[in-house]
T-cell receptor
Framework: GQSLEQPSEVTAVEGAIVQINCTYQ??????LSWYQQHDGGAPTFLSY??LDGLEETGRFSSFLSRSDSYGYLLLQELQMKDSASYFC???????????WGAGTKLIIKP | DARVTQTPRHKVTEMGQEVTMRCQPI?????VFWYRQTMMQGLELLAY????????DSGMPKDRFSAEMPDATLATLKIQPSEPRDSAVYFC??????????????FGPGTRLTVT
């Protein structure tokens, strides 16, 4: 089946850079999405990579390598408000549904 | 500011009672998703509609759950009878999803359900 793996928790310091990795077990994806969810909130869309390479949106960047079945979300100049869970989700090429990773809780320390 | 709305935001009920959750997708969006989120299982897709037609409800316990879209502005998720293991946050999401454009979904604030 299709599955995505990401670390359960990552800790970083305010102002630093952090990378959240996502590996997937199948090539049956059109691309990889990233969502952010604050505690008690709803997931919100951050980015999508349909092609290999880096996509940059302000302080956030996302990368995809299909040959390595791997992607990551890069957050720069970390701010306390970036403390949240981050989900990678693969867009299935069989039914156009998102297959979700379990999420990575990002903890930011002052 | 278009957004997905869900009601109720919180629901506490006793085991065996019927629960109905409602969702108003963003106007013009043609796909609607129902998700359930728990600490143990993460985000699970329960049902999925396109142009009001159910496309996939394989993630939903059929004996007690039902999802419908009576019109383009309303999606419902019902649980009858409810059980304590149904306690979770239920999210509705909508999108313009047409094939490969389905990667961006807009989530409502969720309904936090507690079944005692």
């Amino acid at each position: 089946g299709q599955s995505l793996e990401q670390p359960s928790e990552v800790t970083a310091v305010e102002g630093a850079i952090v990378q959240i990795n996502c590996t997937y077990q199948t090539s049956g994806f059109y691309g990889l999405s990233w969502y952010q969810q604050h505690d008690g909130g709803a997931p919100t869309f951050l980015s999508y990579n349909a092609l290999d390479g880096l996509e940059e949106t302000g302080r956030f960047s996302s990368f995809l390598s299909r040959s390595d079945s791997y992607g990551y979300l890069l957050l720069q100049e970390l701010q306390m408000k970036d403390s949240a869970s981050y989900f990678c989700a693969g867009l299935s090429d069989s039914n156009y549904q998102l297959i979700w990773g379990a999420g990575t809780k990002l903890i930011i320390k002052p | 500011d278009a957004r997905v709305t869900q009601t109720p935001r919180h629901k506490v009920t006793e085991m065996g009672q019927e629960v109905t959750m409602r969702c108003q997708p963003i106007l013009g969006h043609n796909t609607v998703f129902w998700y359930r989120q728990t600490m143990m299982q993460g985000l699970e897709l329960l049902a999925y509609f396109r142009n009001r037609a159910p496309l996939d409800d394989s993630g939903m316990p059929k004996d007690r759950f039902s999802a419908e879209m009576p019109d383009a502005t309303l999606a419902t998720l019902k649980i009858q009878p409810s059980e304590p293991r149904d306690s979770a946050v239920y999210f509705c999401a909508s999108g313009l999803g047409l094939g490969q454009s389905s990667y961006e979904q807009y989530f409502g604030p969720g309904t936090r359900l507690t079944v005692t």
